[in-house]
């Protein structure tokens, strides 16, 4: 069992930043692969970035690409989303997500979800 909690969420200006993270509990957190996602109102919940559970592989939707880099501190239990050069087309509640099998973009591949942190970007 993983229990998954978001921070660093807020109201940013246009071309700000923020940096999210996700702190889980449990001691296999290293054995996961680690994704972001969002969901805009009205929207289906989409991909951001994923990592590998050593992070050594990192991936990426086209629309952050070069703007958000994710991370992950496996003694802290810990993944992060540094998002930069922030739009008002990234305004959403971000989630982060554990996946215990082979490392998905697709959300149903994922074990557990965090309750999520609003990301309001002003223009």
């Known amino acids: 069992q993983v229990q998954l909690v978001e921070s660093g969420g807020g109201l940013v200006q246009a071309g700000g930043s923020l940096r999210l993270s996700c702190a889980a509990s449990g001691r296999t957190f290293s054995s996961y692969h680690m994704g972001w996602f969002r969901q805009a109102q009205g929207k289906e919940r989409e991909f951001v970035a994923r990592?590998?559970?050593?992070?050594?592989?990192?991936y990426y939707a086209d629309s952050v690409k070069g703007r958000f880099t994710i991370s992950r501190d496996n003694t802290k239990n810990t993944v992060y989303l540094q998002m930069n050069s922030l739009k008002p087309e990234d305004t959403a509640v971000y989630y982060c997500?554990?996946?215990?099998?082979?490392?998905?973009?697709?959300?149903?591949?994922?074990?557990?979800w965090g309750q999520g942190t609003q990301v309001t970007v002003s223009s």
């Open positions: 997500a554990a996946d215990y099998g082979l490392g998905s973009s697709l959300p149903d591949e994922y074990d557990y």
């Open positions: 990592i590998s559970w050593s992070g050594g592989s990192r």
